[in-house]
């Protein structure tokens, strides 16, 4: 993307401000509802950011995984789990909140650490028409073909992982739950009598 030196500046800018105070928004709202949404807008941000490096690629794959996938999946997690309850405070909490500070300055002091020791120097200007996407791919399939490889049966095994916890158990009619020893079940996935749903399906 070959955009003027002011829009860079200003665009970065404007990138980096809503970055942050997503960021800020993610950790400090008592709304996880709320900080999954903020947390996608610090996804869109970074693909900007990409996109202001010319690493086009790069940003789709951010839009695509970690705010059509990535997120949705957080907001899915939530709506499963949460029950609208308000949280009630631990004792001592103080000792947390003291141990995230702590955790939290730690990082950022290394993060800064890796920036002054950097070093920024400009590398060459790609030629017109550089495409990064087909440069990736490359990549993709000679040096880091078994990164990508183990990366695919990662996902693979996360997508089946989902299906069976997603699954949910049916029960032959007369077989109620309280005649079988307790098992641990999501309380949002109540087990039904197979009975139940011809009923439901007629009406």
């Known amino acids: ?111 800064a650490g890796m920036v002054f020791s950097t070093p920024w120097a400009l590398g060459p200007v790609p030629p017109a028409g550089y495409n990064s996407t087909e440069a990736i791919g490359q990549h993709f399939f000679s040096d880091f073909l078994l990164p990508f490889e183990l990366a695919s049966v990662l996902l693979l095994i996360a997508m089946v992982g989902a299906i069976v916890l997603a699954r949910r158990e049916f029960l032959n009619d007369g077989e109620l739950p309280g005649d079988e020893p307790t098992v641990l079940t999501l309380p949002e996935r109540p087990r039904e009598p197979v009975g139940s749903l011809g009923g439901s399906s007629d009406s």
């Open 1 to 111: 993307m070959n955009l003027a030196e002011g829009v860079q500046i200003v665009s970065f800018g404007l990138l980096a401000l809503m970055m942050i105070g997503s960021a800020l928004g993610v950790v400090l709202l008592s709304n996880i509802v709320h900080s999954a949404f903020l947390l996608g807008g610090v996804f869109i941000s970074m693909a900007g950011l990409f996109l202001l490096l010319n690493a086009d690629f790069v940003a789709a794959a951010q839009v695509l995984i970690y705010v059509g996938s990535v997120n949705v999946l957080i907001l899915f997690a939530i709506m499963l789990v949460n029950k609208g309850e308000e949280f009630k405070p631990f004792p001592n909490a103080w000792i947390r909140k003291g141990l995230t500070a702590v955790v939290c300055v730690g990082l950022f002091a290394l993060l």
